[in-house]
């Protein structure tokens, strides 16, 4: 069975703080996609990154970075100097490749940066 | 380029009613999924389709149907309106049936509120 956990459900920082979202997936596919999804208050999924199972390099793009550890299952988000723009529900997701299109969410992480 | 619009942007319905979301896709996009979002939680899938044909379906009653058109535009349907039916709807689109390298484009959303 696929399943994401996302375990902290609510994460609170002062801007400029470090914050790490962690995310943790289960399947028995070996080739899979990893994504993560930012949704602010108007609702819309916002796509930020997306790995494939056989590309366990890190990634870093400007303030956010990523770190795959397949050995862990796990797929964690990192953002460095965080802002009050940063705040959001973020997705952690999961898509299998023998189910095509489906995509398998987490519960999310509601990030909350205060000035 | 126009992104997924999904149309209402919210709607309030009585139980046991019916209800139909629309949703285009972006130009040239030939795939359309949906989710379903209660408030606090993550997204759950509900229906994919490609080249107007059914591609999969979630673990949803068969309250719940779909179609898509000649021009890629896709219908969600659901019968028999429940209470817990009310949720957030999102439309997601791709130019195929698997998760593209700059992930799933989803829509704004249509807010249902079933009373």
């Known amino acids: 069975a696929q399943k994401v956990t996302q375990a902290q459900t609510e994460i609170s920082v002062v801007e400029k703080e470090d914050v790490t979202l962690d995310c943790v997936y289960e399947?028995?596919?070996?080739?899979?996609?990893l994504f993560w999804y930012k949704q602010p208050p108007s609702g819309e999924l916002v796509f930020l990154i997306r790995?494939?199972?056989?590309?366990?390099q890190n990634e870093i793009s400007g303030r956010y970075s990523w770190n795959f550890q397949k050995s862990t299952s796990s797929f964690n988000f990192t953002i460095t100097a965080s802002q009050v723009v940063d705040s959001a529900v973020y997705f952690c997701?999961?898509?299998?490749?023998?189910?095509?299109?489906?995509?398998?969410f987490g519960q999310g992480t509601e990030l909350s940066v205060k000035p | 380029d126009a992104g997924v619009t999904q149309s209402p942007t919210h709607l309030i319905k009585t139980r046991g009613q019916h209800v139909t979301l629309r949703c285009s896709p972006i130009s040239g996009h030939k795939s359309v999924s949906w989710y379903q979002q209660v408030l606090g939680q993550g997204p759950q899938f509900i229906f994919q389709?490609?080249?107007?044909?059914?591609?999969g379906r979630g673990n949803f009653p068969d309250r719940f149907s779909a179609r898509q058109f000649p021009n890629y535009s896709s219908e969600l349907n659901v019968n028999a309106l429940l209470l817990g039916d009310s949720a957030l709807y999102l439309c997601?689109?791709?130019?195929?049936?698997?998760?593209?390298?700059?992930?799933?484009?989803f829509g704004s959303g249509t807010r249902l509120t079933v009373v």
């Open positions: 389709y490609y080249e107007k044909e059914e591609r």
């Open positions: 997701a999961l898509s299998d490749y023998n189910q095509g299109g489906k995509l398998i």
């Open positions: 399947t028995r596919d070996t080739t899979y996609y």
């Open positions: 790995r494939n199972s056989f590309d366990e």
């Open positions: 997601a689109s791709s130019p195929g049936r698997f998760p593209p390298s700059g992930g799933y484009t």
